[in-house]
């Protein structure tokens, strides 16, 4: 198992996620951590400039070694910084000076660091003196269903099922475009309508992997299907949530909209049941062939399947 929040090895193995907006100029920023077992940190700044009409997205990145790692502090022992500017003049920088830096475990896979909230997909390797990179370690991350080779390995096709493609969420913080950018790519309006050729057409199955990062509503919340625009549907879908992928006879939960439609699901609460850590499957089947030959939708998720792209 992954170590416990508080023990030495906490941030060994791990790549952590936070998405925000920036306070002031309201730029959508995404950060990125991530640590080795030699204690080299990696420091990843996102600025989605292209929202907001400012130019390219930037994304700098800085490696700096690490020591005196303890459960809730680590001191950075070489500083790191590096600044990038667009053909509009905008810059976005990463900067890590050399200090003593201390973050907040909450969870097995979230924490606290720099004022902002991270979650993360898992660590790798087991619970070691080395930091999680012995032999024999598991992977936080459940199993998904027999033959698929997990979350964050993208595009699957499950054995006998040649019209279903498994996918892995889009890179959007709150939402997915299907299935244009699949797999991590950055969700926008203007996704393409296919993936790599492949069109999702009356009677095939798009299934897109969440892991429940947790903690779950009580009161549950909405995973809710659009047409790519954020209006309604553009044919009858079927959605389900299940453990499997393909899953309409015996799902946790499932509807069925009409074209013009924006079915949702709730999650946690009295709707499907789901735990935290445990993986599950969105699938999403069209009744019919889409105008233009590839049907092309928008899933708004709940916040504890949000920012969970990272690889197990």
């Known amino acids: ?26 730029l959508p920023v995404r950060w990125e951590v991530s640590v080795d077992a030699n204690n080299q940190l990696t420091y990843r700044v ?10 390219a997205d930037l994304s700098p990145q800085i490696t700096v070694p690490i020591g005196s790692v303890t459960g809730s ?34 969870t097995s896979a979230t ?21 999680g990179g012995g032999t024999g370690g598991t992977n936080s991350c459940s199993a998904g269903a027999p033959g698929d080779p997990g979350f964050g390995s993208g595009t699957w096709i499950p054995s006998g ?48 992997r969440y892991i429940a990062t947790g903690p779950i509503p009580t009161t549950g919340q909405n995973i809710t299907l659009f047409g790519h625009t954020g209006l309604g549907i553009p044919v009858s879908t079927t959605v389900s949530l299940s453990t499997k992928p393909n899953d309409f006879s015996n799902p946790l939960c499932t509807k069925t909209g009409a074209g013009g439609t924006t079915p949702p699901l709730t999650i946690g609460g009295t709707g ?3 735990v935290p850590g445990s993986l ?3 699938n999403i089947k069209p009744s019919a062939d889409c105008l233009g030959g590839s049907c092309t939708y928008k899933i708004q998720e709940p916040t504890f399947l949000q920012g969970t792209t990272v690889s197990c």
Do not use: H
């Open 73 to 106: 502090s680590f001191q950075v022992l070489s500083p790191g910084t590096q600044r990038l500017t667009n053909a509009q003049g905008n810059y976005c920088e990463v900067t890590l000076n050399a200090s003593i830096l201390s973050y907040t475990p909450r």
């Open 161 to 208: 099922m040649t019209n279903v493609r498994v996918f892995d969420q889009s890179d959007g913080g709150s939402y997915s475009q299907i299935p244009g950018c699949v797999n991590g790519a950055f969700a926008a309006a203007t996704c393409p309508a296919t993936y790599n050729g492949y069109s999702l057409k009356g009677g095939s199955v798009a299934a897109i």
């Open 46 to 55: 996102t600025c989605r400039m292209s929202l907001l009409g400012w130019g």
């Open 272 to 274: 499907c049941p789901v």
């Open 111 to 131: 924490m606290t660091f720099q004022g902002q909230n991270f979650v993360t997909g898992a660590c790798s390797g087991g619970s070691g003196s080395d930091g």
């Open 280 to 282: 599950y499957y969105y």
């Open 1 to 26: 198992m992954c170590p416990d929040p508080g023990s030495l090895q906490f941030l060994y193995g791990k790549s952590w996620v936070s998405d925000f907006t920036q306070a002031g100029n309201n």
